[in-house]
C-alpha cells in the first residue's frame, strides 16, 4: 500500500465537507447491497445512527484517497498496518486537525481493522498491532457560542412577522432547540405520540438508541401547542411537517437539513451574526448552568453518556477569567 498525499484532499477547512458530499452518494448506493467483503461498510453498517454512518463515512473516504484510493469501496482495508496509521495519523496532524477530529479517524480505521480481522482479511497480529495504537494527546478550544437574549428575541420576532404556517412551525422549532436542547435529528425524529401531556414533556430517543423525557418550559409549551391547535392538527405522526410553496401543510416529515435551512433563513431576516444550529444547544445548556442548576442534570437533559461531554458545553470559566482581566490594573 502506498501513500499518497493530495494537499486538496487535505485542505482543513474544505476536504470533509466535499468528500461529506462524495460519501453520501456513494454510501446510500452501496448499503443496498446485501452482502459484502469489505470491511469499511461492515464497520458503518455496525454504527447506531444514520448520521454516525454519514460522518465516519466520509472520514473513511478522505483516508482512502490518501493512501491512493479513489473510494472506501475499492481500498484495500485488509493490507493496513500500525505503520499506515501513524502516518495518515501524521498526515492529519500536518494538516492541522484537531486531537479530537484525528482520534475520530483514529476509531474509524480501528472499527475497520477489526472487521478486516473478522474477515479473515488481517491476521491477528496485525490486528492487535493496529488496537494497540494510541490516541493523540491534546486539546482545542470549544468552537460555538450561545445567543444572546437579544438575538433570541430578534429570531421570534422574524417568526411572529411571518403570517404564513412557517411562522408558527419555526417559532415552535426554535423554542424546542432553545428550550429543550434538543439535538435536530432527535427534533425531526418527534411525533406527536411523543408528547407527554400530563408532564409538559417529549419522550425522546437520543444516541446509543437511549430514551428520556425532555421537559419543556412553558414558553415552549405554549407556541408548540400553538401549532397543533392552529395548523397541525392533533393526529398520529411527525410532529414537524413539510411546508411546501403556497403554505401547503404537508404531513411528511422535516429533516434535520431543513432545521438548518429554516436557522438560515431566521438568522438572515433578524439580522443577527451567523451561528450554527449547535449553538441553540449551546445556549440551552449555557442558560441552565447561569441558572445554577448542577451539570448532572444539564447532562441528563442534553441526553449526554458522559459528564465530560456535558463540560464542553460549561464557559462559565471563561467569563470568569474575561473578568478578572477587566479587573487588572497597571
Known amino acids: 500500500m502506498e501513500f499518497h498525499h493530495d494537499d ?9 465537507v466535499l468528500s461529506e458530499k462524495q460519501a453520501l452518494l456513494d454510501l446510500n448506493a452501496t448499503f443496498t447491497t446485501p452482502s459484502h467483503t469489505n ?12 448520521r454516525s454512518r454519514q460522518t465516519m463515512g466520509s472520514f473513511l473516504t478522505i483516508v482512502a484517497k490518501m493512501i ?6 475499492n481500498c484495500q482495508w485488509g493490507a493496513l498496518r500500525r505503520h499506515h496509521i501513524q502516518a495518515i495519523i ?19 480505521l480501528k472499527g475497520v481493522a477489526l472487521e478486516a480481522w473478522a474477515m479473515k482479511q488481517m491476521d491477528t497480529e496485525s490486528y492487535q498491532h493496529i488496537r494497540q495504537v494510541k490516541s493523540v494527546r491534546g486539546s482545542r478550544l470549544p468552537k460555538g457560542r450561545a445567543l444572546t437574549s437579544h438575538e433570541i428575541r430578534s429570531l421570534f420576532k422574524s417568526c411572529e412577522k411571518d403570517n404564513t404556517s412557517k411562522g408558527l412551525r419555526d417559532a415552535a422549532i426554535l423554542s424546542v432547540l432553545l428550550g429543550c436542547g434538543l439535538r435536530r435529528s432527535e427534533i425531526v425524529a418527534i411525533n406527536y405520540e411523543h408528547i407527554q401531556f400530563r408532564d409538559q414533556a417529549f419522550l425522546v430517543r437520543g444516541k446509543g438508541n437511549k430514551e428520556r423525557m425532555s421537559y419543556m418550559p ?16 392533533t393526529q398520529d405522526g411527525p410532529l414537524f411537517t413539510r411546508i411546501r410553496r403556497f403554505d401547503d401543510v404537508t404531513t411528511e416529515r422535516i429533516t434535520d437539513q431543513a432545521i438548518y435551512y429554516i436557522l438560515e433563513t431566521r438568522q438572515q431576516e433578524s439580522g443577527i451574526d451567523k451561528f450554527a444550529p449547535h449553538d441553540l444547544r449551546r445556549t440551552f445548556a449555557s442558560a441552565m448552568l447561569d441558572n445554577g442548576e448542577d451539570i448532572v442534570t444539564v447532562k441528563d ?3 449526554h453518556a458522559s459528564i465530560m461531554t456535558t463540560q464542553r458545553y460549561d464557559r462559565r470559566g471563561d467569563d470568569r477569567l474575561r473578568k478578572a482581566a477587566r479587573h487588572l490594573r497597571f
Open 8 to 16: 486538496r484532499d487535505l485542505t482543513p477547512e474544505t476536504s470533509l
Open 39 to 50: 470491511p469499511a461498510i461492515a464497520y458503518l453498517m455496525s454504527l447506531g445512527s444514520k
Open 68 to 73: 491512493g484510493f479513489s473510494s472506501l469501496k
Open 90 to 108: 501524521d498526515m492529519l496532524s500536518d494538516a492541522n486537525k484537531a486531537p479530537a477530529t484525528i482520534n475520530t479517524y483514529l476509531a474509524a
Open 218 to 233: 412553558d414558553d415552549t409549551w405554549d407556541r408548540v401547542q400553538l401549532w397543533i391547535d392552529e395548523i397541525r392538527g
Open 301 to 303: 437533559a442534553m441526553g
